[in-house]
Nanobody
Framework: QVQLVESGGGLVQAGGSLRLSCAAS????????TGWFRQAPGKEREFVAA????????YYADSVKGRFTISRDNAKNTVYLQMNSLKHEDTAVYYC?????????????????WGQGTQVTVSS
């Protein structure tokens, strides 16, 4: 079992930055692919970013490419999502997740562990 706890959400003005953290316990997060997803009110959960196991390749949704960066700190068993140049449309609950899937990490149904989510609100 992997327990995931997100933090770092909040209210920020458009153009600002936030860094989300996802701290894992139970197992070594580096052995899992990790992803960030988000869900806005009335919308389906959507892929944001993912990092392959053990610091491999990273993947981003087109809507966040060039603005968001996913990274890991294996010593802290934590994954981060640095969000810059935030837009109003980035407002959502952000979830981190862990997967042992070696295929497409953009698919939410391939993740087996999920955090509880953290709210990000970007004021326009």
């Amino acid at each position: 079992q992997v327990q995931l706890v997100e933090s770092g959400g909040g209210l920020v003005q458009a153009g600002g930055s936030l860094r989300l953290s996802c701290a894992a316990s139970g197992r070594t997060l580096g052995n899992y692919g990790t992803g960030w997803f988000r869900q806005a009110p009335g919308k389906e959960r959507e892929f944001v970013a993912a990092s392959r196991q053990n610091g491999g390749s990273t993947y981003y949704a087109d809507s966040v490419k060039g603005r968001f960066t996913i990274s890991r700190d294996n010593a802290k068993n934590t994954v981060y999502l640095q969000m810059n140049s935030l837009k109003h449309e980035d407002t959502a609950v952000y979830y981190c997740a862990a997967s042992n899937w070696l295929g497409d990490l953009q698919r939410a149904n391939k993740y087996i562990y999920w955090g509880q989510g953290t709210q990000v609100t970007v004021s326009s």
